[in-house]
């Protein structure tokens, strides 16, 4: 069964960079078929798709974050990470890491999410 | 503002049929699959309708999708207790070239 499991600091400074990784368990994140993505949701509100990336390093990025948002992949150790540059309380949400797959916006696997807190 | 429209709430009482619309685009819906998610509260959002219409294993034939043209929605007959939940749409866009979602519906049973 393929797990995602997020994980990084709960706590970041206003226009310090969030840093987070995905660890992906139970299969190989070299798949050919899927994507692997950043979705968040600012608490009380909808989902925000973020960008994705595919084993190979090609990367997609959500055109209103593209300037601040960087995602990079280790397939040596099954992780893909997130980082968003200049964070503001705007930033406040539970991030999501997720399976996408190709060319859709199937998602049939989601880590349980955690929570970033922009805040002095 | 999310590219997707929903509508921010809808009820039920149990063992009705409820349904929930999801507006988009050309370059969206009009051109690719819709999705949806339903979100209990405090957990990941779960995949509940792919490719429109389709259910995955363990979703119950209670939940349903249809799509035409620019809009899609999802129906729950025989509406349970459990149903209540947040719901989402989502579809590919073309323009962005990635994942756009709807604002979410709340569920409320009544």
């Known amino acids: 069964q393929l797990q995602l499991q997020e994980s990084g600091p709960g706590l970041v400074k206003p226009s310090e960079t969030l840093s987070l990784t995905c660890t992906v368990s139970g299969d190989s994140i070299s798949s050919s078929s899927y994507y692997w993505g950043w979705i968040r949701q600012p608490p009380g509100k909808g989902l925000e798709w973020i960008g994705s990336?595919?084993?190979?390093?090609?990367?997609y990025y959500n055109p209103s974050l593209k300037s601040r948002v960087t995602i990079s992949v280790d397939t040596s150790k099954n992780q893909f990470s997130l980082k968003l540059s200049s964070v503001t309380a705007a930033d406040t949400a539970v991030y999501y890491c997720?399976?996408?797959?190709?060319?859709?916006?199937?998602?049939?696997?989601w880590g349980q999410g955690t929570l970033v807190t922009v805040s002095s | 503002q999310s590219v997707l429209t929903q509508p921010p709430s809808a009820s039920g009482t149990p063992g009705q049929r409820v349904s929930i619309s999801c507006s988009g685009s050309?370059?969206?819906?009009?051109?690719?699959?819709v999705n949806w998610y339903q979100q209990l509260p405090g957990t990941a959002p779960k995949l509940l309708i792919y490719?429109?219409?389709q259910r995955p294993s363990g979703v119950p034939d209670r939940f349903s999708g249809s799509k035409s043209g620019t809009s899609a929605s999802l129906a729950i007959s025989g509406l349970q207790s459990e149903d209540e939940a947040d719901y989402y749409c989502?579809?590919?866009?073309?323009?962005?070239?990635?994942?756009?979602f709807g604002g979410g519906t709340k569920l409320t049973v009544l």
């Open positions: 989502a579809a590919w866009d073309d323009s962005l070239n990635g994942p756009v």
């Open positions: 990336i595919y084993y190979s390093g090609s990367t």
């Open positions: 490719s429109n219409n």
């Open positions: 997720a399976r996408l797959l190709l060319g859709s916006t199937r998602i049939d696997y």
């Open positions: 050309r370059s969206n819906i009009g051109s690719n699959a």
